[in-house]
């Protein structure tokens, strides 16, 4: 199992940034997905969720109406189109999957946003 994440980067209050996670080793397809996040000095957090048929679900507070998740089953592609970016959204995004009952995460990428 591989989990690949892209699309990081800086950006200014209140810019945009589209997250991918590339999935390989296991059936996609098959799989719920998640994006978490782990911001400086804190515990790692859950954003966002979304099953194998597409339904978004665990969606945190603080990105309701910002965040958007979404997944290409043919491309075996996760993504996290996030608008409206804040300070406090400044963090290592993570990838996540359950396959066969064990966790997979992607290495992270990192989005800082800051003026």
């Known amino acids: 199992v591989q989990l690949v994440e892209s699309g990081g980067g800086l950006v200014q209050p209140g810019g945009s940034l589209t997250l991918s996670c590339a999935a390989s080793?296991?059936?996609?397809?098959?799989?719920?997905m998640s994006w978490y996040r782990q911001p400086p000095g804190k515990e790692r957090e859950l954003v966002v969720s979304i099953t194998n048929i597409g339904t978004v679900t665990n969606v945190d507070d603080s990105v309701k109406g910002r965040f958007t998740i979404s997944r290409d089953n043919a491309k075996n592609t996760v993504y996290l189109q996030m608008n409206s970016l804040k300070l406090e959204d400044t963090a290592v995004y993570y990838c996540?999957?359950?396959?066969?009952?064990?966790?997979?995460w992607g290495q992270g990428t990192q989005v800082t946003v800051s003026s």
């Open positions: 996540w999957a359950k396959v066969l009952r064990v966790d997979y």
């Open positions: 080793g296991f059936s996609f397809r098959n799989a719920g």
